[in-house]
Each structure stands twice: as structure tokens, then as C-alpha cells.
């Protein structure tokens, strides 16, 4: 999964005034409900599962789908379905918080350096490319031979590597945002940096904003189960949608159920979250239309 084309990314900066209203692309409605659906299973998790997704229950392993086990059992007995319910408070949580990391550091990186002068913004760039070097599995490796593996540390591994992504889109934003007239005139009036930035840059890239959160919260999902099937993310008996693939590895040609279910549940979630970044992105990009 690749991230957006940030050297080519579109802003758009018109002035305050009426719009001409688009119609709500079908990609934005899908994506927008399965997101809901995943994020209502999530909060539903806090107070209701039909098991105990920890519980571990010899008598019951291996049990077939049926209507008190809805997805069946594991081999240690526990309920797949309680599990995939937790499993998505825990892909959620690190998705949101490697994303707050990496848009926290990464958007006023992009403004700093669009707005900065030619030598000062490139180097800015070249630092941040530094970053491209250490994808999130290897920032994971590192951190957990000194910190060990857990879920703090693939978030913040996977936060790291997407500041990359939020910055270079950002600065392309920006540096559309400060060849305006509006912008111009503030200069010229004598408004500072950061007043441009806030008044100007930032509410202008939003949109932008808005758009790689949500692609780099897909990215997170995947990125979250990947390291969790290698030993790298959540550890038990927290579940896990990754963990729990990796446990069915060896009980695949008596059960295949169990790889199937999360699976399902990790390539749903990433399509919802794909399909609303695309809608938003047709949804603020008006330029988006035109080339349909």
C-alpha cells in the first residue's frame, strides 16, 4: 500500500465565499460505514462480548460455529468472535495514536518547511527522507531490543515511520497555499509567519489533513497486525487480530477457520478506511471531479 503522490498533491485555497456544492461520493457513504460498524464493535467491547475473549476453556477447543459460539473456538477454547471484538479496540487504539504521532509532528513539519526559505525547507526534506530508511518494522525491531515488544512501542514505531508521509504532503499544500493573492497581501500587510500559518496554511490544508489520516489509518491497521503476527505488537492475552492469525498458523488444515475470521475482519478495515480516504479526498479536491 502506497501513500498518496505528496509532490503532486492539490490544495484547495480559494477564498472564503459559496461553493458550488458536490455530490457526496458512494466511495465516502461505504467507507464512512464500515469504519462506524468497526468502531462501534470496538466501543461495544468495553461493555458486552459474548465471552470472555481471555478465557481459556480446554472443554470447548476447537468447537465449530455454532449459535453460543458464533465463530467457533480456538485451541485454547477461546471465543473467536469475543476475540475479533477486542481485537478491534486494540487495532484502533494503535491506529489512532500512531496517526495523532505522526500528524502531530509531521503537519507542522510540512508548514515549516513550505514556508521556510528554498535551502532551509529542502533540508528540512532530506532530514525527514532520512525517516523513509526506518519503516515501522524495523523502527519496531530496534525499539523493542531495547524496550521490549509491546503495544506502546508499535505505536509509536508506526507513528514514526508516517511523519514522512504527513510532512510531504503537507509542504506541497503549503507551498500552493503561499503563491495565493490572500496570502500575498497578508505578507505585505505585514503579518508574521505564524499568524499565515494559523490564519492562512493550516485551515487551508485540512482537507489534506483530514485525507492522510485516514489512508495512514489503514496503513496502521496493517502495519499493527503484521508486527503482532511476528511477536512485535500487542502481547497476550490481549487479542489481537494479527496475534490471533499467527496462532492459527499451525491449525490451519484442521481448522481454517480461524485464520479465516480476523482475516476478514483486518482486510474489512482496511478497505473502509481506504474507501474514506478516497471519498474524502474527491470530496475536497475539486480538481478530482473535473477529471472524471
Do not use: C
Not at 481448522?255 to 474514506?276: E, M, Q, S
Amino acid at each position: 500500500m502506497s501513500a498518496p503522490n505528496t509532490e503532486a498533491a492539490v490544495v484547495s485555497v480559494a477564498p472564503e465565499g459559496r461553493r458550488r456544492r458536490r455530490p457526496v461520493p458512494g466511495s465516502l457513504l461505504v467507507g464512512a460505514l464500515i469504519v462506524v460498524a468497526v468502531l462501534g464493535m470496538a466501543l461495544l467491547s468495553f461493555v458486552w462480548t459474548p465471552h470472555d475473549p481471555t478465557l481459556v476453556n480446554p472443554a470447548a477447543r476447537l468447537e465449530t460455529p455454532s449459535s453460543e459460539y458464533w465463530f467457533g473456538t480456538d485451541k485454547f477454547g477461546r471465543d473467536v468472535f469475543s476475540q475479533i471484538m477486542m481485537g478491534s479496540r486494540t487495532t484502533l487504539f494503535v491506529g489512532f495514536v500512531a496517526v495523532g504521532v505522526a500528524a502531530l509532528v509531521g503537519v507542522p513539519l510540512g508548514i515549516v518547511a513550505g514556508m521556510a526559505p528554498g535551502w532551509f525547507g529542502e533540508l528540512l526534506m532530506r532530514g525527514n527522507d532520512l525517516i523513509l530508511a526506518f519503516p515501522a518494522l524495523l523502527l519496531t525491531i530496534m525499539f523493542s531490543a531495547v524496550y521490549g515488544a509491546g503495544t506502546l512501542v508499535a505505536m509509536v514505531a508506526i507513528g514514526i515511520a508516517s511523519i514522512p508521509h504527513f510532512a510531504r504532503l503537507i509542504r506541497g499544500g503549503t507551498l500552493q497555499v503561499m503563491r495565493t493573492e490572500y496570502v500575498v497581501a497578508a505578507r505585505a500587510a505585514g503579518r508574521g509567519p505564524f499568524a499565515i500559518a494559523v490564519r492562512h496554511v493550516l485551515p487551508n490544508v485540512s482537507g489534506l489533513v483530514i485525507v492522510q489520516a485516514s489512508v495512514g489509518f489503514a496503513i496502521a491497521v496493517l502495519a499493527e497486525a503484521a508486527l503482532s503476527f511476528l511477536g512485535f505488537g500487542t502481547p497476550p492475552p490481549t487479542p489481537s487480530w494479527g496475534r490471533m492469525l499467527q496462532e492459527s498458523q499451525e491449525m490451519l488444515s484442521i481448522a481454517p477457520r480461524l485464520a479465516v475470521f480476523p482475516g476478514i475482519a483486518i482486510a474489512v478495515a482496511v478497505l473502509g478506511f481506504n474507501l474514506l480516504g478516497d471519498g474524502l479526498r474527491d470530496r475536497f479536491d475539486p480538481k478530482m471531479e473535473d477529471r472524471r
